[in-house]
Nanobody, 125 residues
Framework: QVQLVESGGGLVQAGGSLRLSCAAS????????MGWYRQAPGKQRELVAA?????????NYLDSVKGRFTISRDNAKKLVYLHMNNLKPEDTGVYYC?????????????????WGQGTQVTVSS
């Protein structure tokens, strides 16, 4: 059973920083993609930052967070981080970890998309 568990959210003043962490656990063969999405009240969920591994790591950011947020991963520990600096009130929302994970199960090898439970980030002005 694969699980993604986020931590690190909270309340911070504008201009402050937070670091989110997401830990993947379970019988995992490989993690091909890890990313952070967020959802603000009344808005659609959007991709904030993503890191994927193919021939080399590929990293993408939402335009509004470029230069302020940094995504990184620790492959050995199956962790992905989101370092958020110079936070703004519009960064407020529930942040979800997402991962594309390959597992070996009794019936074969499967690649599935997994979500964490979400962690609240609130930035006050």
């Amino acid at each position: 059973q694969v699980q993604l568990v986020e931590s690190g959210g909270g309340l911070v003043q504008a201009g402050g920083s937070l670091r989110l962490s997401c830990a993947a656990s379970g019988t995992i063969l490989s993690i091909n993609f890890m990313g952070w999405y967020r959802q603000a009240p009344g808005k659609q969920r959007e991709l904030v930052a993503a890191i994927s591994t193919g021939d080399g790591d590929s990293i993408n950011y939402l335009d509004s967070v470029k230069g302020r947020f940094t995504i990184s991963r620790d492959n050995a520990k199956k962790l992905v981080y989101l370092h958020m600096n110079n936070l703004k009130p519009e960064d407020t929302g529930v942040y979800y970890c997402n991962a594309l994970i390959t597992t070996r199960e009794t019936m074969g090898v499967y690649r599935r998309n997994y979500w964490g439970q979400g962690t609240q980030v609130t930035v006050s002005s």
